[in-house]
């Protein structure tokens, strides 16, 4: 609810803005004008501007959008704290659905007008793009919709395939809450659960994998990439293959080395019948060849150590009494 309110009066704010655009007194700027009064229809666009990959933004540049040589609306961009980014929020106006709007960018420091590439269909009463997920309005075309790189505090190293993140992390890593820097195709937006992600800035409980959707900059294009944590000490796990729990201190209980490392781990142990006689997640080194307090026959025991990831390790206890 408090997202809502907050999304509600960041598009009043902006609206407020569009509606007292003034034209700059710098004797270069364009002398866009527009009269709403003429036309019948409106609608909202929320965007960015992207110059040559890089995001532009100043509160004396200038955004105008046209059907055909007619000027359809007018914006200037406002820097968004909460995403720190210029954005712009623009009405458009029409009397007719589908014409095909174009946009340009009137850059001040440049003294330069931009005829951006991006192009969309008037639609009466739409809404594109918000404060939260801006459209991006750029001089190229925006298709690729890729994580270029992508990485989490403490990691060893990630690898980065068409549909899959895997991230190696120190098997005593605490997953929840991390924060991921990552970049993307230019343009491009990266979300969870329909909201935005940002690089850097948001947070992720990642002791799950996580499935993000990366989108492109025209919107044309998105899919999901699953990410998923890996932990690069598991393979090497050692434990105990004996337990005689006769009290001299040797092999009183079943050991795993290091056990604080896997504490996200899951641990069954089995009969020879396939029964289920031990399971916990995590271990503390306690497992005394007992089922309910009973001790159980003398034998082998099969365990399965399960990782976060899916990893999994199989082997064999030897119980003597």
Same mark, same amino acid.
């Not at 709007?101 to 918000?130: C, N, P, V, W």
């Not at 998105?222 to 690069?232: H, M, P, R």
């Not at 337990?243 to 641990?267: A, E, L, M, T």
């Given at each position: ?6 999304? #509600? ?45 890089? &995001? ?72 594109? %793009? ?65 909201? #935005?992600?940002?690089? %850097? ?41 004996? #337990? ?8 009183? #209980? ?19 019948? %396939? ?28 365990? &399965? ?11 064999? &206890?030897?119980?003597?009494?």
């Amino acid at each position: 609810m408090k997202n809502e309110l907050l999304r #509600v009066g960041v598009m009043v704010f902006m609206a407020a803005l569009a509606m007292m655009v003034p034209i700059r007194s710098n004797a270069q700027a364009p002398s866009w004008a527009i009269q709403p009064q003429a036309y019948g229809n409106s609608m909202t666009y929320t965007g960015f501007i992207m110059i040559g990959n890089e &995001i532009r933004g100043h509160e004396n540049d200038l955004v105008a959008a046209f059907y055909n040589d007619e000027i359809r609306g007018i914006a200037t961009p406002v820097y968004f704290e909460a995403s720190e980014q210029w954005i712009f929020f623009m009405t458009l106006y029409s009397n007719v659905n589908n014409q095909q709007i174009s946009f340009k960018y009137y850059s001040s420091s440049e003294h330069k007008t931009y005829d951006l590439y991006t192009r969309i269909q008037f639609g009466s009463d739409a809404i594109m %793009g918000s404060a939260f997920d801006p459209v991006a309005t750029s001089d190229e075309a925006l298709t690729e919709a890729e994580f270029l790189s992508f990485s989490l505090p403490g990691q060893q190293h990630a690898s980065i395939s068409e549909e899959q993140i895997v991230v190696v992390m120190p098997t005593e890593a605490a997953l929840g809450e991390l924060i991921p820097v990552f970049t993307v195709s230019p343009g491009a937006v990266v979300k969870l659960d329909e909201e #935005v992600l940002l690089s %850097g800035k948001s947070s992720c409980d990642f002791s799950l994998p996580v499935d993000l959707t990366i989108r492109s900059g025209d919107q044309l294009t998105s899919k999901n990439v699953l990410v998923k944590i890996s932990f690069a000490e598991f393979s090497r796990l050692e434990a105990s293959g004996v #337990v005689s729990p006769n009290g001299d201190g040797i092999n009183d #209980v079943w050991v795993v080395r290091d056990v604080d490392k896997y504490h996200q781990s899951s641990f069954t142990i089995f009969d020879f019948r %396939g029964q289920k006689v031990y399971e916990s997640l995590g271990y503390d080194n306690s497992w005394e060849g007992d089922y309910n307090n009973d001790a159980l026959p003398t034998g082998a025991y099969y365990y &399965i150590i399960k990782a976060p990831d899916g990893t999994v390790l199989k082997g064999v &206890i030897s119980l003597v009494h």
